[in-house]
């Protein structure tokens, strides 16, 4: 994901995928199996919440980024480790899900579904 320093929007928080440039084709069944996965504290999917950062997909696997909407979310492995496995269908490769450094926050969220969250 890139973003201009010292930018605070929604849009400039909203991550891209690098392999929405590289597998086009294969965004949307990995997009779609993604967002089955739910955070069971906040009930929404993985993806409205912001937690994928990046998709890098090369020859023979995938590498998926994510991060948590707390460092020590009790769900977090369970949450890490159901993204790989979708991943793994929807994309039909071996998939490693590493977790980011970067500190998650509301405007990483979906456009649309912070205002309709009911905290801000």
């Given at each position: 994901?890139?973003?201009?320093?010292?930018?605070?929007?929604?849009?400039?928080?909203?991550?891209?995928?690098?392999?929405?440039?590289?597998?086009?084709?294969?965004?949307?069944?990995?997009?779609?199996?993604?967002?089955?996965?739910?955070?069971?504290?906040?009930?929404?999917?993985?993806?409205?919440?912001?937690?994928?950062?990046?998709?890098?997909?090369?020859?023979?696997?995938?590498?998926?980024?994510?991060?948590?909407?707390?460092?020590?979310?009790?769900?977090?492995?369970?949450?890490?480790?159901?993204?790989?496995?979708?991943?793994?269908?929807?994309?039909?490769?071996?998939?490693?899900?590493?977790?980011g450094g970067e500190y998650w926050n509301p405007s990483f969220m979906a456009e649309g579904?912070?205002?309709?969250?009911?905290?801000?």
């Amino acid at each position: 994901m890139t973003e201009e320093a010292g930018s605070n929007s929604q849009a400039d928080q909203q991550a891209v995928w690098e392999a929405e440039r590289t597998h086009p084709l294969m965004m949307k069944p990995l997009a779609d199996s993604l967002s089955q996965i739910y955070d069971p504290e906040i009930r929404l999917n993985i993806l409205e919440l912001g937690l994928v950062r990046n998709v890098v997909i090369e020859e023979n696997h995938a590498t998926i980024t994510m991060i948590l909407t707390t460092p020590f979310c009790p769900y977090g492995p369970v949450l890490l480790d159901a993204a790989r496995q979708k991943a793994e269908e929807a994309l039909g490769m071996a998939v490693k899900v590493e977790l980011g450094g970067e500190y998650w926050n509301p405007s990483f969220m979906a456009e649309g579904v912070r205002d309709n969250w009911g905290l801000f």
